[in-house]
Nanobody, 118 residues
Framework: QVQLVESGGGLVQPGGSLRLSCAAS????????MGWYRQAPGKQRELVAT???????NYADSVKGRFTIFRDNAKNTVYLQMNSLALEDTAIYYC????????????WGQGTQVTVSS
């Protein structure tokens, strides 16, 4: 019902920048929440950032001041601008989508690998 296609992952040096994109298609309500989660090897999945269609944002403390989430609602696309990347940012990053309606299910992208290495 909702498909998410991610892009933008790759290899970057510490201190570098990367921008992730996630395009949603399908049964998209005007009011929804999109965001990014990540999972490093041997660790649990964690929230990175979310943004509602109305513009409200939520960030993990570990990325505040370095990452920025933003959306282009006309394109149903959410972005994650990652600056000042560090080794601990290495993970698979997953796009997440949920319509803002009670009982709506969560959808996940396929994941994109971000590797920070010197």
């Amino acid at each position: 019902q909702v498909q998410l296609v991610e892009s933008g992952g790759g290899l970057v040096q510490p201190g570098g920048s990367l921008r992730l994109s996630c395009a949603a298609s399908g049964s998209i309500f005007r009011m929804n929440l999109m965001g990014w989660y990540r999972q490093a090897p041997g660790k649990q999945r964690e929230l990175v950032a979310t943004m509602s269609s109305g513009g409200g944002t939520n960030y993990a403390d570990s990325v505040k001041g370095r990452f920025t989430i933003f959306r282009d609602n006309a394109k149903n696309t959410v972005y994650l601008q990652m600056n000042s990347l560090a080794l601990e940012d290495t993970a698979i990053y997953y796009c997440n989508f949920r319509n803002s309606l009670s009982g709506s299910q969560t959808y996940w992208g396929q994941g994109t690998q971000v590797t920070v290495s010197s």
